[in-house]
């Protein structure tokens, strides 16, 4: 790498550490005295819970103690919170969920928790845990998102009528309505997002300790955001939030599922309080499946009016959203705030309407998961595209070409109301066209016939909203034995944070990055921290880390002057150089001015260290864009896909590290396909059973199910932030899924599938055809 250079693709610092086993993570953190927690969760999806039996499981060896509902209850602690709140379209609010750690009197999914067991060893509280005598009332359950609102279905929770918690929309629909009216064509389409098991490589874990002299907690847990962990918490336990500490170590893998408050934070807390021992946690894989948020879960009726030129006037949708039992910490957002902005996406749309239906069903709560509601509404957009074209008879990359916003329109403000500050999509969407060879597709396709195999080839373009309103923390302080630490509000979890960030305080500061080290996870380091969810990391932490490290700077030189006795007009700072005095030789390295800073407090002189701490305020989105494109080839006798081709061309402003974005775009490519063929969470419609709840009957994409992923990176800069990013991170599982499923309706000559297309569905679509 070039000095201090940015924009180069610099192979991440963390990943020798990591490779070699040296990472820490919270399932190796031990402590004197700790002792283990297993819970017992529920065997059914709908249960009143008539009586709990703990008298034996309280006797056998090893046991340290079990605890139930009303023991928290006692110890006044509270539920785990839905923090986002939601008005219906008459106003009133939305439905409540008291989510309690452990269940009060009726469980609503398989995998609620039901009894709290605490054992010297993990196989003692397993054991004792099956000694538990629980009397179960089974009542009827209804895990189907599409039926579940209807008439006489068994409600989840008395409190919302119909399975519904809330009924949102956003748009003019008058409006819409009237332009619909007018339209020379309308195309509707139901699309599926599937329901989908996060699966992170590292399941969760928590370890909590408790200070009875101080009252206080330290939690080690693998969250992507400690200091929204320790704010909730608090709000739990009804204390100060200076009453907790989280600590995240390394984290393996999130996507958005470890971003959230658990029951399990509460109850390892609570437990170390009652015991007086640390109390640790790890998730099995089983237990994971019915206890990590789930993702996606939406059934979406699109509509898409065009004049008679084929332009488009308006969409309007009806989503119905599965939050699962229980509303997550975020859940309503995800399928409105955060999912209706990118629904216009580059397309120049006259209005839209979009009416969400927040459906609650007795399964695993659902929540943010990579893309976090983006994924869905461009999933809907680009099918529905796609239909439109068959159904008008224009070629589909016509269609799109008419109603793509110009790069001469920017700034734009879309139907949704989001100002795009940039964006050249014609132009990425032709690049990718090239790459996949659009044009030679005919000939392809017809020697592909000929070997009796079915070719097809589809696009998607896509666009997300990242970023937005918020503020972000970093300090930078230098340390004793020579380093610079630079702590941070954002959790890597497998994303490559300690590189760029490396690169960029190098840049800024011109310290070479071996001589710079990234702290983060720790929420007694900095006051506040975002943590790391929805594609923001670098376009916050990263304005961050540069107010503060202009701060160093401005320090640095207030102390450079008088170490070099100029006046502070005289000084200024040269990256790599340091500081000198305009006009001489006279200078000083970075990091020696702030080790005779050090000593010159230690002597008791009057002056400043050059450490730091800054806060970011942010105030906009940023919408990273690009086009997919996959060429699959399927087998008709075995419903088998085969991926011939596959492109991405994306806009993600200015990439700090190119290898590290093609990296998290190829892994986001291999989520959406994984989704989009594979994954499938499968519940019994009679029992509520999660049919699909191991790796036997779960599957997720192996290197040989992708294809090679081709991805070029255009640089648009952002307008909106100096460093002229957009996020990154999401875009691989926003773009893929309806590229993917696009080139396999083309392939297959039917007019729609449902994701997941395994081999069994598509086999089932071609007999039908």
């Known amino acids: 790498m070039a000095k201090f250079g940015l924009s180069q693709s610099v192979r991440r610092i963390e990943d020798p550490r990591l490779l070699k086993g040296d990472g820490l993570y919270t399932g190796d953190i031990q402590v004197t005295g700790e002792a283990h927690a297993y819970i017992l969760r529920s065997p059914h999806a709908h249960a009143r819970i008539v009586s709990i039996d703990t008298a034996a499981a309280k006797a056998m060896p090893g046991v340290v103690g079990v605890f139930t509902h009303a023991d928290m209850a006692a110890d006044g602690v509270g539920e785990v919170p839905c923090v986002i709140p939601m008005k219906n379209i008459d106003g009133s609010s939305r439905a409540d969920t008291p989510h309690f ?69 956003v748009g003019d ?78 984290v393996g893998g999130g996507f958005g599922m470890k971003l959230f408050l658990y ?27 019915m206890s990590d948020s789930h993702g996606r879960d939406n059934v979406t009726l699109g509509e898409l009016a065009l004049d008679a030129e084929g332009k488009f006037l308006a969409m309007r949708t009806r989503n119905l959203a599965g939050m699962g039992a229980y509303l997550s910490n975020y859940a309503p957002f995800i399928p409105t705030g955060a999912g209706t902005k990118v629904l216009a996406s580059v397309y120049g749309f006259q209005a839209i309407y979009a009416h969400v239906i927040g459906v609650l069903t007795n399964t695993v709560p659902v929540d943010a998961y990579r893309g976090a509601g983006r994924p869905e509404s461009n999933y809907l957009v680009e099918r529905l595209i796609d239909t439109a074209a068959r159904e008008i008879g224009v070629d589909r990359i016509e269609l799109r070409r008419r109603n793509m916003v ?69 300090s930078v302080k230098f340390a004793e034995d020579g380093f610079v630490d630079v702590y941070v509000g954002t959790q890597s979890t497998g994303q490559g944070h300690e ?79 340091g500081f000198r005095v305009v ?124 294809p090679a992923i081709e991805v070029e990176l255009v640089s648009v800069p952002c307008e909106t932030n100096p460093l002229g990013v957009k996020g990154a991170g999401e875009a691989g599982a926003v773009g893929s899924p309806p590229a993917v499923v696009n080139a396999l309706i083309d392939a297959l000559g039917v007019n729609s599938i449902d994701m997941p297309a395994t081999p069994e569905v598509v086999w089932k679509a071609l007999r039908a055809a």
């Open 583 to 706: 006009g001489t030789d006279r200078r000083i390295d970075i990091l020696d001015l702030a080790s005779k800073q050090r000593a010159r407090i230690a002597a008791g002189e009057d002056t400043i260290l050059l450490d730091a701490l800054e806060i970011a305020k942010i105030d906009n989105h940023t919408f990273p864009n690009g086009c997919h494109g996959a060429e699959v080839e399927v087998d008709p006798d075995t419903g088998l896909i085969r991926f011939e081709k596959y492109v991405v061309v994306d806009d993600v402003g200015h990439a700090l590290n190119p290898l590290i974005v093609r990296g998290q775009v190829h892994g986001g490519v291999a989520q959406g396909i994984g989704q989009a063929f594979m994954e499938r969470t499968s519940y019994d419609p009679e029992s509520g059973q999660l049919l699909s709840a191991s790796f036997m009957d779960y599957a997720l994409p192996r290197a040989e199910d992708l």
């Open 101 to 169: 750690p452990l269940a009060r009197d009726t469980v609503r999914h398989v995998g609620d928790g039901v009894a709290l067991v605490i054992g010297e060893t993990p196989e003692a509280a397993r054991d004792a845990a099956e000694a538990i005598l629980v009397d179960f009332d089974i009542l009827p359950s209804t895990t189907d998102l599409a039926t579940a609102t209807n008439p006489g279905q068994p409600l989840v929770w008395p409190e919302a009528p119909n399975n519904i918690c809330f009924d949102w929309s």
């Open 173 to 250: 629909k008058a409006k819409v309505d009237a332009l619909f009216a007018q339209a020379a064509h309308v195309t509707s389409l139901t699309v599926v997002n599937n329901r989908v098991v996060v699966a992170s490589m590292e399941a969760r874990a928590a370890l909590a300790e408790y200070k009875a002299e101080t009252q206080s907690w330290v939690l080690h847990t693998n969250t992507q955001g400690a200091w929204q962990v320790k704010g909730m918490l608090a709000g739990v336990f009804g204390t100060g939030e200076e009453k907790f500490r989280v600590v995240t170590t390394d």
């Open 406 to 474: 110009p790069s001469s329109a920017m700034p734009y403000t879309s139907a949704m109301g989001q100002r795009y500050d940039s964006g050249e999509f014609a132009m990425l969407m032709e690049e990718a066209l090239k790459k996949l060879d659009w044009q030679g597709f005919a000939a392809r396709k017809a020697e592909a016939a000929r070997r009796g195999k079915k070719r097809g080839i589809g696009i998607a373009y896509y666009l997300e909203a990242t970023g937005g309103a918020a503020t972000e923390n970093a």
């Open 499 to 577: 590189t760029a960030y490396a690169m960029l305080t190098s840049h800024e500061l011109g310290v070479p990055m071996e001589k710079i080290r990234i702290k983060q996870g720790d929420s007694d380091t900095l006051p506040s921290g975002g943590g790391t969810g929805g594609a923001r990391s670098l376009y916050s932490e990263g304005q961050a880390i540069l107010v503060t490290t202009a701060s160093v700077i401005e320090k640095g030189r207030q102390a450079a002057s008088e170490i070099l006795e100029a006046a502070l007009v005289d000084i200024e700072f040269e990256k790599g150089a």
């Open 263 to 289: 029951a399990e934070h509460v109850l390892t807390c609570f437990a170390a309080r009652k015991t007086g021992r640390p109390v640790k946690w790890v998730s099995e894989r089983t237990e994971a499946f």
